[in-house]
């Protein structure tokens, strides 16, 4: 038993290293990144729908969620990636896109709650001021709401990211090309030729790569927000003059803000 | 026609009070914003918080609304631009009832400026962008013109200098007068105030109120919720005491701070002064 060879086997890491780095990880990212976009941009319509007052919106939208969130992954994939093609829905030949649509659905599940606790979390007053000035629900949603709550919820979507991430290392279930393996499968493929686990933890090795800067970047967006939100709590209670450093500390925020669009 | 005696009354009061008024506010004959509470109850729940209020308001004339903390007064202005639906009774302003399910409440309320306690402004936008926005994407004006009337009406509260700043870098005091510019950069008819002093520091308190009086005087209807005694003695026109959900009594400052006819009133006064 060499816990080292077994394990941290140089010459399989370094064999393997080349197809993880120019396939794997692109792959990856791309399912994940494909299935991040495609969640979010339903996950705001389920959010929205879920807290509608029409019970036609709000209770297919809460089944859908409830749905998606309740099963595990790797049965949703095998129902979702292949029932897809075999309902009807053959636009691609490869099942590589079934596999992020997959995910995508998956995460749009999680996504939608997430939108949803960040739009109730704002004040009523923010809608009420805006329905005030005139603004239809729709416009209000638009313009005042909606881009505060994705402001709020940054760092709960990079959470997810990171969860989409790891989900991703499922989809090769669905039978992928060699060229369109990603990082798991990679590693699983060759440490079942070598019967050495080395692959795996090259493997392993890539995913933390990613994923652990990551959460730094949620701690990072959480402390900020933060900030941010006792800076404008201690402007609406008109407390004296900020110290130089709280302002300092806001005008960077306002950069950034303003970069960041 | 049961607001025809109201009227006259109402007038009478007003020549008396405030002649000034009449010559700065553009065009009388056209003036809106006479606002009619007809019959109006409001249930939360079990709770009755508005147990029957018939209120007129005529263009031109600033209500205070007076009374302790849970009286129903800030309910009875939300009922004027229908962030509050009433249980029975119904809401006319210029001959519309606001209340009908059929109106279009959207173009009703771009008409009503609205100021609140907690200022609301928007957090994510500058203070421009927050007086222009409604502007620009309510009532349809180009964005140039929206930025235009915004600045103007920001310099109006002597915050111009101020337009490219956010919300929350500016004092509570200046937050209110930016809500104050956003609710007039729509031009409205009609200006409601829920108690948009209380959330603020005392000496921050005098700078809205000076908007306030400046906007009474150029003409404005106005209604406004407060906690301000000497405010309401100063500028209103008309003072309206709300105890338990219900008018108790109204009438100008003098008769109400002055010769107050109910134990309630008299009672909520000795708190207050």
Redesign the interface.
Known sequence: MNIIDSFFNWDQIAAILPDLILIGLPNTLILAAGAMVLGSLLGIFVALASMSRRAWLRIPARLYVDLLRGLPVILTIFLLGQGLPLMGVRIFDSSYPYGIITLGLIASAYIAEIFRSGIQAL?P??Q?????????HG?AMR??II??GV?NVLPALTNQFIATIKDSSLVYLLGFTVAERELYRIGQDAAQQTGNLSPLVAAGIMYLIITIPLTYVVNWMDRRFKT?AR??AA????TPPLTTTQTVA?QKA?EL?GARR | MSEGAQVATRNGEQEAEAPEMQTTTPEPGTRAGRVMVRGVRKHFGPVEVLKGIDLTIEPGEVVCIIGPSGSGKSTLLRLMNRLEEPTAGEVIIDDQVITSPKTDINAVRSRLGMVFQNFNLFPHMSVLENVAVAVHKVKKRSRPEAQRIALERLADVGLAEKAHRRPAQLSGGQQQRVAIARALAMDPELMLFDEVTSALDPELVKGVLDVMSRLAKGGMTMVVVTHEMGFARRVADRVVFMDGGAIVEQGTPDDIFDRPQSERLRQFLSQVL
């Open positions: 004040p007053g923010q009420e001021a805006a329905r005030a000035l005139g603004m239809s416009l313009l005042v881009p505060q402001r941010g800076l404008a402007g609406e209670q008109d806001a306002e803000r």
